[in-house]
């Protein structure tokens, strides 16, 4: 039997609604990045890897003999082990922060570092503009991270505390009543449970305009 008009909006729904889920999946899958970083004989290409929350860093192997492993001093730990040419290894980076790893053969020589960009959203806005800095791609909260956030404002040489979060993904910046120019942040994940730190992450500008 043939579905009747009065009966094809049920047997739609499911695939409305499915369509719905897929169309999610596409628009945070788009949202997230993979950055391939060559393991070659004696240095990591780029030695200075930079992504943002929810990205992933995808090392190949170019080189015998060689390991991507964090240091001990990092808040995160991840270790490939030691691989030969053509092996591959992912790891995702949730959180903001800058982290140094080493081959756990050729350290001190073969070194680099993730730097894991804030995002900012607007990057650009009249006094008044409420922004938002993103520091992680998933909640901190209920975890034993921290993320402690510095900012410079216009003119500043220094940069200085501007909150330390123990929730969420962001943390907002109220331009009302603020001086207009450049304001820069950058952010530190902190382990609490180790005390260990990352290094501070790239940079991230807003402009708040007149």
Known sequence: MLPTSRSLPRLLRPAALIAVVLALFLQGSASAATLNVAVSNNFFFPQSAKIRPGDTIHWVWNGDNHSSTSRGSMPIRWDSAIHNSGFTYDKLFKYAGTFSYFCTVHTPSMVGTVGVQPRATP???SVGTQFTITFASTSITGTNFQAVIQYKVPGGTTFAPYTTATTGTSVAFDSTGQPTGDYVFQVQLKN?????????SPSRKITVTA
């Not at 609490?192 to 501070?200: E, H, M, P």
């Open 123 to 125: 990057t650009s806005g």
């Open 192 to 200: 609490t449970s180790t005390g260990k730190v990352s290094l501070f």
